[in-house]
């Protein structure tokens, strides 16, 4: 979806109502008082009317727009300029491609919209061999405060990112080398490096039957009752940057990635890692990726992510 593709599509805001209309009702709409599926249109009121007990539910409720002022077509385009590149887009320059006055709304919706993303992505856990390490990434920290902390491993400068891959083997059979295919990708926020935090990790986003491979780190130490297989390797050696050829890549694209943003703070991280790892994940989906978005934020059970 680009920008002359989208104005033909949704050429007003009528338009963008009709679209979510049907998308809600492919979807399928439940009133929350009695729990009912069946519900009537009310064109005057942009609203589905429970055909049970009359409850009304209005186009919004239930959405990532909801309790929202902007236009339903400001959100859609949004998306629009938000899936139609795969490298990061600031807020403030959504602001000026959307004709937006104020910055706040704009920096609010972005936000939801990557709550929303990464609430999809927590539907489903890495499986089969997954790769997983940790990675230090930049972040806002006022001048004064910057000059009295601490430095190199347990620094407080940095960001502390879990990041796990879904990775595959795969040998030539001319040559008989070995290389790898990636899937999916995960990133998380970690509060610290103990390895009570990967253990916790491990058993929320990677199923138990898998093989894990990480380096040799005291982390990664004991995750005999996290995994089924666990395989470490020296980051360092030709073996080990094999081992963890995925998660290596990932970091390094996502440290270019957040170098769009100048500010970051530790409390918005996790969202800025959620947009990267949603459109990685979906690389090859192209021009459908608006529409995985719009259903993904306007999908009926979606709730307040912060």
């Known amino acids: 979806m680009n920008i002359i593709n989208f104005i033909n599509r949704f050429p007003d805001e009528a338009s963008c109502i009709d679209f979510i209309k049907e998308q809600r009702s492919q979807q399928g709409v439940i009133c929350k008082k009695c729990t009912g599926s069946r519900h009537y249109w009310l064109?005057?009121?942009?609203?589905f009317q429970c055909a049970s007990c009359g409850f009304r539910t209005s186009i919004r409720s239930g959405t990532v727009m909801e309790n929202s002022n902007l236009p339903i077509r400001i959100w859609m385009m949004a998306i629009t300029f938000i899936t139609a590149t795969k490298k990061g887009f600031s807020a403030s320059e959504l602001q000026k491609q959307l004709?937006?006055?104020?910055?706040?709304?704009?920096?609010?919706?972005?936000?939801?919209?990557?709550?929303?993303?990464?609430?999809?992505?927590?539907?489903?856990?890495?499986?089969?061999?997954?790769?997983?390490?940790?990675?230090?990434?930049?972040?806002?920290?006022k001048a004064q405060v910057r000059s009295k902390l601490k430095r190199g491993r347990g620094t407080q400068k940095q960001s502390k990112v879990a990041v796990m891959a879904e990775s595959t083997v795969l040998e030539d059979p001319e040559s008989g080398k070995l290389n790898?295919?990636?899937?999916?990708?995960?990133?998380?926020?970690?509060?610290?490096?103990?390895?009570?935090?990967?253990?916790?990790?491990?058993?929320?986003?990677?199923?138990?039957?898998?093989?894990?491979?990480?380096?040799?780190?005291?982390?990664?130490?004991?995750?005999?009752?996290?995994?089924d297989v666990h395989v470490r390797e020296i980051s360092g050696t030709k073996e080990g940057n094999f081992n963890l050829k995925w998660v290596h890549l990932a970091i390094s694209n996502l440290k270019k990635h957040l170098q769009t943003y100048h500010m970051i703070s530790e409390r918005m991280m996790q969202n800025y890692l959620d947009e990267f790892c949603y459109k990685l994940n979906r690389r090859y989906f192209g021009e459908k990726l608006f529409d995985r978005l719009i259903v993904a934020a306007i999908y009926p059970y979606w709730h307040d992510c912060g």
Request: contains cysteine; hydrophobic residues 30%; positive net charge.
């Open 180 to 227: 790898k295919s990636c899937r999916y990708f995960k990133m998380k926020k970690i509060k610290n490096l103990e390895a009570k935090t990967a253990q916790a990790l491990i058993k929320e986003y990677i199923d138990s039957d898998s093989v894990l491979q990480t380096d040799k780190s005291t982390t990664f130490s004991d995750l005999s009752d996290c995994i």
């Open 99 to 141: 004709g937006m006055k104020r910055y706040e709304p704009v920096f609010r919706m972005y936000h939801k919209l990557r709550a929303v993303m990464g609430q999809r992505d927590d539907r489903y856990r890495l499986e089969d061999m997954v790769e997983y390490d940790e990675a230090y990434v930049g972040k806002s920290t």
């Open 43 to 47: 064109e005057n009121k942009h609203s």
